[in-house]
């Protein structure tokens, strides 16, 4: 009898470890089905907020809950067993003051089980990453283009093709290392700048439209599945998925309309007809 060791999960340190090593893979995930197929493959999952905009139909991640992203991340966490989970602390969940974000973020760790939490923001939170760490909460930090501010940017914009825009970015990335973040996401940033923040940063840098520089990347699933409607220039779609189930929904709305769907082998039979028992092999049930 062979006796199976259980994996050991992937934890915040493992990934602060891999600066300037082997890149870092990650992705993100929002249901346990999604996650049980992505977690060999991935350093860690990422239940982002997200997907407010990718499965609930918002226009930013603004509206987003507390309550759903601890519904998305236990659901994580559940089809998990190798990967780190990291939650997104949604908008107006930890701004306002450490403490808050200590109580919302010790929710979340707590109510899901997942190993760290994200926050956007750079030196404006540098207060809040030190309070978190220094409690026992991993904080993984996210510069750049933080979708969370889109009403204050005015619309998903690029970051740092302007080199004036550089010292108050960087000053973002050396202040939340400096505070105890363990990583920190570069999301639509040039390409130059993402590079000079990873030569000088002492944490991972995790990339998203922030060029191949990065000491890992990021991509949001269905972006890179080819489930989404539009994607921004930097998703390279490594799959049509989209088409794929049109496809399939098309041929099961045919054969229902012909009702060639179900057929005998999708039927259950009495049990005691014999000419359906015999059928049978592929069932699960009788
Ligand atoms: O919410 C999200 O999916 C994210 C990634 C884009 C990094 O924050």
Known sequence: MSIQKPVKRIAAPDIAARKGGEPIVSLTAYHAHTARILDPHVDFLLVGDSLGMVMHGFESTVPVPLDLMIMHGAAVVRGSSQSLVVVDMPFGSYEESPNLAFRNAARVMKETGCGAVKLEGGSRMGETVHYLTERGIPVMAHIGLTPQSVHVMGGFKTQGRERAEWA????????????????????????????????????PTIGIGASVECDGQILVLEDMLGLSPRVPKFVKEFAQIGDAIEGAVRSYADDVRARRFPASEHTYAMKDDKSAATKKTKMTGS
């Open 168 to 203: 108050a970015i960087e000053e973002d990335a050396r202040v939340i290392a400096e505070a105890g973040a363990f990583s920190v996401v570069l999301e639509g940033m040039a390409e130059l700048l993402a590079a000079r923040i990873t030569r000088s940063c002492p944490i």
